[in-house]
């Protein structure tokens, strides 16, 4: 059977992996309410799409720092992606490079940042880096990730302490060593997007993760104000499924499903999409 969409993948990744390699990449910290808040946030906003306009091109191309990427679908970072495939962030990497779209790699990736350069020299990156309370070994590690042509750097500040991941205790992980996700534990993050927009006024780019999984919350994201929006999980799915292909099938499947929303809701380019896209009185 086609994998069609990113439940798909999500069904018949878990039938790939062990349970507890299962466990680690869906794990979730205490009862997974924002987990679950994330997605079901999504499907509580409604759009209000404009008719009898020219959607006989429809472009998904926008740019993030400047730099052009083909759809505001962006991989962000996770760590140990070897659980999932064996050649793990080195197939992802060729996956975001195939794509022509940013991948965020993780301080705790696989495999040795000169290899994942390595497999995609030519791919756009951004690096994400957990603060050390060794200062030199933070420097050592930005000005690695600097020789190495990373453009950004990705800094992780909402997490003080790891989360109470269960599965993960029941498993018997070391989480201490083993850190996969950033733990979100406070607002909805479209919730949050709205609010950070509000804040920065146009000073900045914002992006956004957590919870997507249609290209129709792509285009939610980007109403409500983010520039790109990134994902987690569905990639791992996909790297799971069928490896360096998978992770591409998941960005060729969520970035056709936006090109679609965008027509029907009346947008040629990203540029067209707005707040007025956004039934505000149902949220």
Request: hydrophobic share 40%; charged share 25%; glycine share 6%.
């Amino acid at each position: 059977m086609p994998l069609v969409c990113l439940a798909d993948f999500k069904a018949h990744a878990q039938k790939q992996l062990s349970k507890t390699s299962w466990d680690f990449i869906e794990g979730k910290a205490d009862d997974g309410i924002t987990y679950s808040e994330n997605i079901a946030a999504f499907k509580r906003i409604r759009l209000r799409p404009r008719y009898l306009r020219d959607t006989s091109k429809v472009d998904t191309r926008t740019t993030i720092q400047g730099q052009e990427i083909s759809a505001p679908i962006c991989i962000s970072p996770t760590g140990f992606h070897s659980i999932a495939w064996p050649d793990g962030e080195k197939s992802t990497a060729r996956a975001a490079q195939e794509a022509n779209i940013c991948y965020v790699i993780s301080n705790y990736a696989s495999y040795p940042l000169e290899d994942i350069v390595a497999a995609a020299p030519n791919g756009f990156r951004w690096f994400q880096l957990y603060v050390n309370s060794d200062w030199d070994i933070n420097k050592q590690m930005v000005q690695k990730a600097e020789a190495l042509g990373f453009k950004a750097l990705v800094i992780t500040i909402d997490v003080p302490i790891l989360g109470n991941r269960r599965w993960d205790r029941r498993n018997q992980l070391n989480l201490e060593t083993n850190i996969l996700w950033k733990e979100f534990r406070s607002l909805k993050e479209i919730d949050a997007l709205r609010e950070v927009v509000a804040a920065v006024k146009g000073k900045i780019e914002v992006y956004m993760d957590g919870g997507v999984r249609t290209g129709t919350d792509v285009l939610k994201a980007l109403a409500l104000g983010a520039r790109c929006i990134f994902l987690g999980r569905p990639i791992l799915w996909g790297l799971a499924c069928k490896g360096e292909d998978g992770v591409k099938e998941v960005l060729d499947i969520l970035t056709a499903e936006f090109h679609r929303c965008m027509t029907l809701s009346g947008c040629q380019s990203v540029a067209e999409i707005s707040p007025d896209l956004i039934q505000f009185s149902r949220l």
